[in-house]
Structure formats: structure tokens, C-alpha cells
């Protein structure tokens, strides 16, 4: 089995972009259209875990090798072998973003964190190839 590594940070220019149209946004809602100060404020606030991860750049990936499944995203890390996975789901959550479930033979389940998976069509591609079964879920609200 070919070893496979995503690796990514929460520098990058997407994050970048919806800061500052935000902020921009907020800045002309307050010059234009007279919003009170407080509101915009308040909304702001939201933008604050991007700038975390802007300024800190914080790195997150996900490895496979022929031993199993491992991924660290900040300080959190975890890794399993092959032998003790059941399948992978993915479940498309009602705002688009997909999150990675690994079920256990023992019924357990691990999330892997959002940050840490590589695009949901390679990932699925990838562990089909590699062999491991994936099953999709599309809008779920649970599970």
C-alpha cells in the first residue's frame, strides 16, 4: 500500500479573502448605511477563530500508510490501524462541509477532525482504491 499524506494550515488565501470581505462589509454597513456600532461589533466577533487561525497558522493533516490512519490537527492527534476499522463515513452536513467518521469493529465511533481531511471526492477516491469502504450520507442532521 503506497503511503498518502495531506497536510494543510489555516493560513491560506480563502480564509484570507472572507476575513477582509467581512470586515469590509462591516466597515460599509456602519460609513453607509449608519449601523449601529455595537450590532457590527457583536458580528465581528465571528470573524475571531479566523484570525486565530490566520495569525497562528496552525497545521492539520491526515497520513495513511500500509499500518493504518493517523491525523493531527493543532495539539489533537489520534491514529488507528487498518484491522480495527469497519468503514468511513462521510456525512454532508446542511452547510456543505464534510465530516469524517471512522467506525470501529467495535462499534465505536472516532471524528476525525474537519480541519485534518483531505477534499471529501479524493478522500472517498482514495480509500475506495486503497480498498476500504466509504459510505456517504448526504444532510444528515445526525449520526
Given at each position: ?38 450590532l ?11 484570525l486565530?487561525?490566520?495569525?497562528s ?41 464534510v ?6 469493529i ?36 445526525m449520526?
Amino acid at each position: 500500500m503506497e503511503p498518502y499524506a495531506f497536510e494543510t494550515t489555516g493560513r491560506n488565501r480563502a480564509t484570507l479573502i472572507t476575513v477582509v470581505l467581512v470586515w469590509l462589509a462591516l466597515t460599509l454597513f456602519i460609513l453607509v448605511l449608519d449601523a449601529a456600532f455595537w450590532l457590527v461589533v457583536v458580528i465581528g466577533l465571528f470573524t475571531l477563530p479566523a484570525l486565530y487561525d490566520l495569525l497562528s497558522a496552525r497545521k492539520s493533516g491526515l497520513a495513511m500508510s500500509s499500518t493504518g490512519l493517523s491525523w493531527f490537527s493543532g495539539k489533537r492527534e489520534g491514529a488507528i490501524s487498518w484491522d480495527q476499522i469497519s468503514h468511513i463515513r462521510l456525512d454532508t452536513r446542511l452547510d456543505l462541509s464534510v465530516r469524517t467518521t471512522v467506525l470501529l469493529i467495535t462499534g465505536r465511533k472516532i471524528r476525525l477532525p474537519l480541519e485534518a481531511t483531505p477534499p471529501p471526492d479524493a478522500f472517498e477516491k482514495i480509500l475506495t482504491d486503497r480498498g476500504i469502504k466509504v459510505e456517504r450520507h448526504h444532510f444528515s442532521l445526525m449520526g
